[in-house]
Nanobody, 121 residues
Framework: VQLQASGGGSVQAGGSLRLSCAAS??????MGWFRQATGKEREFVAA????????YYADSVKGRFTISRDNARNTVYLQMNSLEPEDTAVYYC?????????????????WGQGTQVTVSS
């Protein structure tokens, strides 16, 4: 399984970015997005079921971020709107050990390389 995250960048507060995660190999699983700010632990951001019908969000991003997937393209997206400086982090996409996605870092087996998101005030 290989996961390639892209789409990060630098934006001002209130701006938007869309992250993409292209998957190859055994990627027909639920998927998750996590982030890690400097000096902090990696934290859950959002997750989506295999079919895309179920989505889950951290309270801190609910209403601002939207996770989606295109199984024909083996790609998962994270649309981030109304970005805040607190959203600054390296964002990682990940595939869980089982088909069902969870909020827990330890339940994920494969990780992308991360993409930097920087939000300035």
């Amino acid at each position: 399984v290989q996961l390639q995250a892209s789409g990060g960048g630098s934006v001002q507060a209130g701006g938007s970015l869309r992250l993409s995660c292209a998957a190859s190999g055994r990627s027909r699983y639920g998927m998750g997005w996590f982030r890690q700010a400097t000096g902090k632990e990696r934290e859950f951001v959002a997750a989506i079921s295999l079919g895309g019908g179920s989505t889950y969000y951290a309270d801190s991003v609910k209403g601002r971020f939207t996770i989606s997937r295109d199984n024909a393209r083996n790609t998962v997206y994270l649309q981030m709107n109304s970005l805040e400086p607190e959203d600054t982090a390296v964002y990682y996409c990940a595939r869980p050990k089982t088909i069902t996605p969870t909020r827990w870092v330890a339940e994920y087996e494969y990780w992308g390389q991360g993409t930097q998101v920087t939000v300035s005030s």
